[in-house]
């Protein structure tokens, strides 16, 4: 069983940025994901990274402004969220597990965290 527990949402004008960060409990070689779900929307892919960090996958609205990153020492993962849009508000919630080549599909992933707010105001 693996715990996640995001935090560093928050509110940000247009054009700046947050970090994301996702504790996990204990030592975790999972895939980590992060998605976002807007109200009224469904859940969405943002990003995930491999075990060890080599591997990076990312939806196309926020390639060249999101960087994922891991740290297994400290057993966290990182979104860092740059030139931030209106349109990337939601809850933001990590995810882990082994989705295999199923990176972007939510039901692959095992375990959730409870999500982080992010509101960008234009």
Known sequence: ???L????GGLVQAGGSLRLSCA???RTWYTMGWFRQAPGK???FVAAVNWNGDNTYYEDSV???FTISRDNAKNTVYLQMNSLKPEDTAVYSC???FPRNRITAALAYSFWGQGTQVTVSS
Not at 5 to 8: A, L, T
């Open 5 to 8: 527990v995001e935090s560093g």
């Open 42 to 44: 469904e859940r969405e």
């Open 1 to 3: 069983q693996v715990q």
């Open 24 to 26: 996990a409990s204990g």
């Open 63 to 65: 390639k060249g402004r």
């Open 95 to 97: 995810a882990a597990g």
